[in-house]
């Protein structure tokens, strides 16, 4: 990864290259805050000890700002990150929050590079000398005749549907399915990733339901995270939303163990 990085004797701005935005290594916080944007990792000894969007932490002798210039909320990068950092046991555990699947590559993609050039620079994370890969152990499903010709249904947050997951890379939403009407929004007002997402999927197909959101005709997406956006603008594990009439979840039917 290149980058141009500037160091005034206090503090070092690195320039990502892409959407990869900067990265900012700091002794002291200024203001005592996290700036609008960015995730802080906070370092004892060269040791990972905290990572926050808002609060500092009491003790710690250095803080990396990460910020970058991609559309995904903040939440979600601060979800991976501390999700992360559980798994491989560099912080405490406590309640893993959930980070949509479409956005874990994107954002895993940014990490591995960081973590590679923290490491470079003697921050210990790991405790190794190996930088992430894609995480192990992640669920994996796989599509089978068996299924093709199988209603599963959801009714979530007002939304009912009913879904066929045809082929491989085929799902058909049937006629008369309800739409969650309402695009979720940010605290601060703004459309996150996830609507965007969604609501271009909804563009995509806006002759094919009417101003109450309920769908006119078939119509066809390319995967289960597809189908989970346009219904109910994510937000929740799709796999795990839709069921057959016995109750037996899509995840259930399909899941390689």
Not at 16 to 42: D, N, R
Not at 193 to 208: H, I, P, V, W
Request: aromatic residues 14%; glycine residues 6%.
């Amino acid at each position: 990864m290149k980058g141009s990085f500037t160091w005034n004797g206090t503090e070092c701005l690195g320039t990502l290259p892409g959407e990869y935005g900067t990265i900012l290594l700091l002794q002291k916080l200024p203001e005592g805050e996290v700036p609008a944007g960015a995730v802080a990792l906070f370092m004892m000894q060269r040791k990972l000890v905290a990572i926050s969007d808002k609060a500092i932490v009491k003790e710690y002798d250095r803080v990396i700002l990460l910020h970058p210039t991609w559309t995904i909320e903040q939440q979600y990068f601060l979800h991976f990150l501390r999700n992360y950092s559980q798994e491989h046991q560099w912080l405490p555990s406590i309640d893993r929050k959930p980070v949509p699947e479409h956005f874990e590559g994107i954002i895993m993609a940014y990490f591995i590079e960081i973590v590679a050039l923290l490491n470079w620079w003697g921050y210990d994370f790991a405790h190794c000398a190996t930088v992430p890969t894609k995480k192990a152990g992640k669920p994996r499903h796989r599509w089978s005749k068996a299924i093709s010709t199988m209603p599963f249904y959801t009714e979530y947050k007002g939304v009912k549907a009913t879904v066929y997951w045809q082929k491989r890379n085929e799902l058909i939403l049937k006629k008369g399915a309800q739409l969650l009407p309402e695009t979720p929004l940010n605290k601060d007002g703004s459309v996150g990733f996830a609507a965007k997402f969604a609501l271009t999927l909804r563009q995509e197909n806006s002759d094919k339901f009417d101003e109450t959101f309920l769908t006119t005709e078939d119509i066809t997406l390319k995967s289960v995270n597809e189908m989970g956006h346009f219904l109910y603008f994510a937000g929740t594990n799709s796999w795990q939303q839709f069921k057959d009439k016995e109750g037996k979840t899509l995840d259930e039917w399909t899941i390689i163990e």
